[in-house]
Structure formats: C-alpha cells, structure tokens
C-alpha cells in the first residue's frame, strides 16, 4: 500500500488565489512527521513546512499553511496568495517514527502547480 | 546554510559502464540518503547511511550500492549501467537529532545511460 498518495497530478491556479495540494498518509506509527517540499524547473527540492504527529496546532510558515487531519490521516499544503514564482512540483513526504530518529522519509508523487496569471 | 554537493549535473554513460556519483554535505550530518526521481512516482530511496561504514537499503537498492567512508561524502555506484537506471539522482542529508529533521538536497544529477 502506498505510504504517501498525492492524487492530483496537476493543478491550476490564478494568481493572487489560494490553492490546496492533497495528501493523504498511510502508518500504524503513532509517531511521525509529515513534509512539503517544492521544486522548481531548476530542479533544487526546497523545504517548506513540517508537521509533528504530536503538534496541537497546524503549522504555517509565512503563505503556507499545513491543514493536519489526523484521524483522515490528511496533511494538505495551503497556499495563500498564489504568485507566479510557485509554479513548481510539490512533494509531500512521511517520516515515521520520532524525530532523532534514523527513519528515511517517504514521499508521494507530486504535484504539477501552474499558477495563471 | 547547510550545502550538499553532488559532483556532476548531468551524466552519459554506456550500457555496461561503472558509474560513480558523489555526493559531499558540509554540516557535520550522520545521516545521508540516495533518492531516485522519475515522472509519475516521485522519489524513490535507493540507499541510505546512518552514519559513518553504516549504509541500508532503502526500497529499490537493485543495480546500485553505496560507499560512506567518511562522514561527509555519500558515494553512489552503478556497478554496471543499465538504460533502466537513466534518471535524476537526488543526495540529501540530515541531522540526526531532536527536531523536524529536514532533509537537505543537492541539485541533482540527471545520469542518460545509452
């Protein structure tokens, strides 16, 4: 079974629009931790947002907001304020167990984002 | 910043040829990993190494091993290439610690094999 499933392979959004990427996890680990990653046309994989199984709070980081759904076993990215900089691949990506730990992170297949203008 | 380096961006090599990739990171990490990208099934870990001499086997390590004698370098080698293992390589590392524990990528080597 997929650990990681991104079901949108690609995704259109207007400038200055908020737009919602999917991701949904599968682990019997009470402990772990979920990530988003973009990457650019060039190539580099760049960190965005982290989130702790244990986190009372969904984590944001400046536009982007990580909408945690432990029970649907959900961790979707937000973008707020879409700019045409964020035309890129986004990456979800699991880490079971807890941190410290020396667990690989999982990650699913993407997804295209084209911001309009 | 942390900075992870891999030795060539873009590769050509021949059906049959030995391949090395290298990968070096500059902060100290103990972990470091061998990602695979292709379209379609994102990444892929091919190895990784907890630390120094430590290495495991990630979920394709078929047609590949690795090599971490010293902490900083994380080496990938396609013994004997195959048009099969024409992909994008990723190396990343990793602290092993308390915290979110982010991986740090390289740029990537985009290997063709022909």
């Known amino acids: 079974a997929q650990k990681i499933t991104q079901t949108q392979p690609g995704m259109f959004v207007q400038e200055k629009e908020a737009v919602t990427l999917d991701c949904t996890y599968d682990t019997s680990d009470p402990s772990y931790g979920l990530f988003w990653y973009k990457q650019p046309s060039s190539g580099e994989m760049i960190f965005l947002i982290y989130q702790g199984s244990y986190d009372q709070q969904n984590a944001t980081e400046g536009r982007y907001s990580l909408n945690f759904q432990k029970a649907r076993k959900s961790a979707n990215l937000v973008i707020s304020a879409s700019q045409l900089g964020d035309s890129a691949m986004y990456f979800c990506a699991m880490r079971e167990g807890l941190s410290g730990s020396a667990r690989q992170l999982t990650f699913g297949s993407g997804t295209q984002l084209t911001v309009l203008p | ?114």
């Open chain 2, 1 to 114: 910043d942390v900075k992870v380096t891999q030795s060539s961006r873009y590769l050509v090599k021949r059906t049959g040829e030995k391949v090395f990739l290298e990968c070096v990171q500059d902060m100290d990490h103990e972990n470091m990993f061998w990602y695979r990208q292709d379209p379609g099934l994102g990444l892929r870990l091919i190895y990784f190494s907890y630390d120094v001499k430590m290495k495991e086997k990630g979920d394709i390590p078929e047609g590949y091993s690795v090599s971490r004698e010293k902490k900083e370098r994380f080496s990938l080698i396609l013994e004997s290439a195959s048009t099969n293992q024409t992909s994008m390589y990723l190396c990343a590392s990793r602290y092993q610690g308390p915290g979110a524990n982010v991986l740090t990528f390289g740029a990537g080597s985009r290997l063709t094999v022909l």
